[in-house]
T-cell receptor, first 116, second 109 residues
Framework: DTAVSQTPKYLVTQMGNDKSIKCEQN?????MYWYKQDSKKFLKIMFS???????INETVPNRFSPKSPDKAHLNLHINSLELGDSAVYFC???????????????FGPGTRLTVL | GQNIDQPTEMTATEGAIVQINCTYQ??????LFWYQQHAGEAPTFLSY??LDGLEEKGRFSSFLSRSKGYSYLLLKELQMKDSASYLC??????????WGAGTKLIIKP
């Protein structure tokens, strides 16, 4: 059974388009995250949600909008895609509560986004 | 500012031992993680240290010195499948997770 799943695994799209990446975890965790990993492999947190509530919102363009319909899902919608958005996006979850990081994070397989 | 330093890349021989260092300057400390990431895959948990000393888990061990702001990951009996990036991440005093850029480990036969 997949603990943290993301779809799609690959996403190729044109500049200016709007796209979504879905994430689901079946671990019963309270907190979910979105990370961006760029070409230099640096993992940078974008958002964190705890029980559907936004906890962390790093300096990310407002073209990126996370949506958490329930605590098992955290989707990422991106408007007006730009070339610089090309990266691998990882979803993760942990048992952490309220933005307090102490527990192991479990990562999804990643979504490789390529903007042409 | 908060900073985590790791070597960018290291090379080792199959069967040997390698030590990957991580030094950190953060606002406080509440724990340190090591994750392994194979190319094109997600990071996976390796170890967690919150107290000084060595934690051993099979071929992998992780060491922490809080007074020195220093940790290392020790990999023994290296196998080709150990070729991956190794990410150090520190929990600061606000319980935020600060990630290092990772060390790419190349294993040669």
């Amino acid at each position: 059974d997949t603990a943290v799943s993301q779809t799609p695994k690959y996403l190729v799209t044109q500049m200016g388009n709007d796209k979504s990446i879905k994430c689901e975890q079946n671990l019963g965790h309270d907190t979910m995250y979105w990370y961006k990993q760029d070409s230099k492999k640096f993992l940078k947190i974008m958002f964190s949600y705890n029980n559907k509530e936004l906890i962390i919102n790093e300096t990310v363009p407002n073209r990126f909008s996370p949506k958490s319909p329930d605590k098992a899902h955290l989707n990422l919608h991106i408007n007006s895609l730009e070339l610089g958005d090309s990266a691998v996006y990882f979803c993760a979850s942990s048992q952490d509560r309220g933005g307090v990081f102490t527990d192991t994070q479990y990562f999804g397989p990643g979504t490789r986004l390529t903007v042409l | 500012g908060q900073n985590i330093d790791q070597p960018t890349e290291m090379t080792a021989t199959e069967g040997a031992i390698v030590q990957i260092n991580c030094t950190y300057q953060t606002s406080g400390f509440n724990g340190l993680f090591w994750y392994q990431q194979h190319a094109g895959e997600a990071p996976t948990f390796l170890s967690y240290n919150v107290l000084d000393g060595l934690e051993e888990k099979g071929r992998f061990s992780s060491f922490l010195s809080r007074s020195k702001g220093y940790s290392y990951l020790l990999l023994k009996e290296l196998q080709m499948k150990d070729s991956a990036s190794y990410l150090c991440a520190v929990i600061d005093s606000n319980y935020q997770l600060i990630w290092g850029a990772g060390t790419k480990l190349i294993i040669k036969p």
